[in-house]
């Protein structure tokens, strides 16, 4: 459960910034998303691999 302490006079809308960046840290939603469907685990390694080779040619491209 999220708890937000709200302080003396403190506008409810800043609470509730804080509120649905905390929640969105928390990951909840994603991972509803995530098990609507399934994906096979071959399908995720695959994914997974593809983005570390992305990321890889970027810093490399940024180094030289």
Known sequence: MIIIPI???E???RALKRFKRKFEKTG???????RQRFTKPS??????KLKAIYVQQLRQAEQG
């Open 11 to 13: 506008n409810i809308d």
């Open 7 to 9: 302080k003396e006079g």
């Open 28 to 34: 909840a939603m994603r991972e509803l998303r995530a």
């Open 43 to 48: 399908v995720i390694n695959r994914e997974e």
